[in-house]
């Protein structure tokens, strides 16, 4: 599968923005679908994943009531509702496709990347 991910931008603090991941192919919903972000000099870390029907939702600790993971398989798309947004919420943005098991948090479990999209949120 093939990932695309967009919405990426310059937001003030305490802004929102949405980020999308368009991905290839007919097999989507045979994914498990996550988000991650890599900030600059820092290890990429796990921001939410959704689980193939979309019914299950996890997230990590520093995201937790302000992001919003969701899946439209129609349309084979991923999305991460960003909102309260913070400073030390920018960088680089990731989509991820996994073909195992729902709740995997490690990006060495994930299968398949996007290219990236960069927020920055300015203070």
């Known amino acids: 599968v093939q990932l695309q991910a967009s919405g990426g931008g310059l937001v003030q603090a305490g802004g929102s923005l949405r980020l999308s991941c368009a991905a290839s192919?007919?097999?989507?919903?045979?994914?498990?679908m996550g988000w991650f972000r890599q900030a600059p000099g820092k290890e990429r870390e796990f921001v939410a994943g959704?689980?193939?029907?979309?019914?299950?939702?996890y997230y990590g600790d520093s995201v937790k009531g302000r992001f919003t993971i969701s899946r439209d398989n129609a349309k084979n798309t991923v999305y991460l509702q960003m909102n309260s947004l913070k400073p030390e919420d920018t960088a680089v943005y990731y989509c991820?496709?996994?073909?195992?098991?729902?709740?995997?948090?490690?990006?060495?479990?994930?299968?398949?990347w996007g290219q990236g999209t960069l927020v920055t949120v300015s203070s």
């Open positions: 959704i689980n193939r029907s979309g019914g299950i939702t």
């Open positions: 991820a496709a996994d073909r195992g098991m729902v709740g995997r948090t490690t990006a060495h479990d994930y299968d398949y």
């Open positions: 192919g007919r097999t989507f919903n045979s994914y498990v």
